[in-house]
């Protein structure tokens, strides 16, 4: 039988990131804090789903969320249960890019705070690389977001995100503020949800300004995540540079044998 805790998880907004990583989260924060001690059973999927209120499928997202962040574990036929999170990490923040989500899920899902500081939003045709990216053939002008991610304070990422106006239009693009995920935003106000991604990695030397925004050396190479997202249509509508800062973030890639 599953061991009497008290599962209340507090306020859930599902607002800067998606309800199963609110959930995660919120249960990371216990198992980190000891209140769930490490070999804790966790209540099964449809007990969990009554006792937050919500689906087994968002429940079942969550548990897989932390068996990436390292603490829950399956035992097949038994059940599932919390591991021990003082395991050694060469990174303050590690996190995987398996799967196609925002900049702000992917902090929640390793087990931190996302925020956002140096926000800049600036509106323009856009360098030769984003419109041709986008497929801009005459006179389009695209939004510049640009951001540093935080993880706990910590700058974690910057970002630039660019996205044409003719999809976005100026007064909705004013709304943004840049401290929550993008990608809820976009799909709240206009209704354009990412389907579909295509992704470079590559390591990098900063310039000066993202240098300084992270409060890197410029002589220490980065990793950028150059992402070309499409809509249901297949249509380009959001290309991205994500940087990763070294110093303090670590990528991992899951990888599983051929079927």
């Known amino acids: ?14 607002r800067r990131a998606s309800l199963p990583t609110e959930i995660a989260a919120a249960l990371a924060a216990k198992i980190r804090s000891g209140e769930l001690a490490p070999g804790t059973r966790l ?11 919500v689906s087994r499928n968002t429940v ?12 829950a574990g399956t ?20 996190v995987g890019i398996e799967h196609l989500t925002s900049t702000t899920d992917m902090i ?6 996302a925020g956002a500081r140096d ?10 690389t984003v419109r041709q990216e986008l497929g801009f053939t005459g006179e389009e002008k695209v939004h510049c977001i640009e951001r540093v991610r935080t993880a706990d304070n910590l700058p974690v990422i910057f970002c630039r995100d660019h996205i044409s106006v003719a999809r976005v239009p100026d ?5 943004y503020r840049g401290d929550e995920s993008l990608f809820l935003f976009l799909q709240r ?41 499409y809509d249901r249509n297949g249509v380009p509508f959001l290309y991205s540079e994500n940087y990763f800062n070294l110093e303090y973030m670590g990528v991992h890639v899951r990888r599983t044998p051929v079927s």
Not at 43 to 53: K, T, V
């Open 75 to 94: 035992k097949q036929g038994i059940g599932t249960f919390t591991l021990d999170p003082s395991t050694d990490k060469q990174f303050p923040v590690e």
């Open 171 to 175: 007064r909705v693009m004013a709304q």
């Open 189 to 229: 106000e206009c209704h354009l949800e990412v389907h579909a991604a295509r992704a470079d990695i590559l390591p990098t030397l900063p310039s000066p300004r993202v240098a300084d925004l992270l409060a890197v050396s410029r002589r220490k190479p980065l990793l950028v995540l150059k992402q070309l997202h």
């Open 108 to 113: 929640t899902r390793a087990g931190y705070k």
């Open 1 to 14: 039988m599953t061991e009497a805790h008290d599962w209340d998880l507090g306020s859930l907004p599902g």
């Open 119 to 128: 926000y800049q939003l600036v509106t323009g045709p856009g360098n030769d």
């Open 60 to 71: 079942r997202e969550a548990i897989s969320v932390l068996r990436e962040q390292g603490l």
């Open 43 to 53: 209540p099964s999927e449809p007990e969990f789903a009554r006792l937050l209120n």
